[in-house]
């Protein structure tokens, strides 16, 4: 079952929505708060689709956005009670796939969370198994990269599985530390950027075009590329 988690600080308009989503099959989860929310969806990245309010007591739906962003691509819907055309511009600007005005019709926000959900699964069928960048096989510890599998040191793989785990996520130096490293004495942070450089090196002797690890001066590093789980 397909989980929808709604933000909004309104209890009547809350109750309503997960009304109808409920009747529509999906699971709910709903918090008046964005912070919790956000703290919610980053224990939960399985998570179909967000519905999230503008105003919300603890801030701007348009600022949780763009830090929900930084570690999930999850289709956002926006719930806005100011209809100006900008709000709806910059909503869809900042990364949210759709927006409804207040008031709305429960049953219609339903069929547009079907509508995205559908269209967002179309997307997601072309990445069939095997034809994903990478595909992790964690019980042997192993990855392979467009097809060929890496040679990789331990530190180096659990340093590639971290950044897989959450592609796109920007890791701190400190973050990938506390994954990667067990033993404190090794845990400099230059040992990351290292670790990252022989990476680069393997991943380049595979495919020469293009960097899938970016570099964030002074924040870290992500990585893009579809994933499997073999
Ligand atoms: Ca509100």
Redesign the pocket.
Known sequence: MQTILLI???QA?ADTVLYALKSEGFATQWFSLGGEGVVWLQHHPDTALLIL?????DGNGFEFCKTIRRFSDIPIIF?T?RNEEVDRIVGLEIGADDYVGKPFSPRELAARVKAILKRTATNGASTTPGESDFVIDDARARIHYHGTLLDLTRYEYLLLKTLLGQPERIFSRGQIMDQVWSEPEESLERAVDTHIKTLRAKLRAVRDEGDPIKTHRGMGYSISGTVDES
């Open positions: 909004e600080d309104e308009i309010d503008v105003g919300l007591p719930l009670a």
